[in-house]
């Protein structure tokens, strides 16, 4: 996925602990986003940002924070891990808003 | 109600046959549709968008849209085994809505 990458690729983490996720992008891309994917869920947004500091909720934001100090990075934190967010975690990026280009994913477990 | 809704499959075609995928919207208003492929423990990739009604075509893909009728469907011709993922509806609905997905499965 050329231009945007995630860190780290799999994590176990156990529950109660905070954790976060890191999105970095070389495409001066103005949005970014953070999704989950479930099965029987799809892709739901947790997370979006439309610029430096500027960041709005998604539809699954319980239990998550996010924060963008940089054009090329936006952090996912999970304050205090639980089961029910083992999930593959996805970042997109969009210059327009419109068509978007996703990272690798992050695949965590949370026990 | 779902704001968008594909049936999750498994839809079977052989190789060679038309793979038609459908998805319905629920939110009027919506502007920009976009069809995702994504491959088992890959990320998502766009493969189609569609703005206005009608078809709009790309080699063996042709998206098709009928705002009235709120529905959105891809058509894969000449449908091959590396044509086999889970292809994702996605509407704009002020931010990107993804359907479940349908997965396709082209057996030789």
């Known amino acids: 996925d050329a231009g945007i990458t995630q860190s780290p690729r799999h994590k176990v983490t156990e529950t109660g602990t905070p954790v976060t996720l890191r999105c970095h992008q070389t495409?001066?891309?103005?949005?970014m986003y953070w999704y989950r994917q479930d099965p029987g869920h799809g892709l739901r947004l947790i997370h979006y940002?439309?610029?430096?500091?500027?960041?709005d909720k998604g539809e699954v934001s319980d239990g998550y924070s996010v924060s963008r100090s940089k054009t090329e990075d936006f952090l996912l934190t999970l304050e205090s891990a639980t089961s029910s967010q083992t999930s593959v975690y996805f970042c997109a990026i969009s210059d327009t808003g419109y068509g978007y280009t996703f990272g690798s994913g992050t695949r965590l477990t949370v026990v | 109600q779902k704001e968008v809704e594909q049936n999750s499959g498994p839809l079977s075609v052989p190789e060679g046959a038309i793979a038609s995928l459908n998805c319905t919207y629920s939110?009027?208003?919506?502007?920009?549709f976009f069809w995702y492929r994504q491959y088992s423990g890959k990320s998502p990739e766009l493969i189609m968008s569609?703005?206005?009604?009608g078809d709009k075509e790309d080699g063996r893909f042709t998206a098709q849209l009928n705002k009235a009728s709120q529905y959105v469907s891809l058509l894969i011709r000449d449908s091959q085994p590396s044509d086999s993922a889970t292809y994702l509806c996605a509407v704009i609905g002020g931010k990107l809505i993804f359907g479940q997905g349908t997965e396709l499965s082209v057996k030789p």
């Open positions: 495409e001066n891309h103005r949005y």
């Open positions: 940002s439309y610029g430096v500091k500027d960041t």
């Open positions: 939110d009027r208003g919506s502007q920009s």
């Open positions: 569609i703005y206005s009604n």
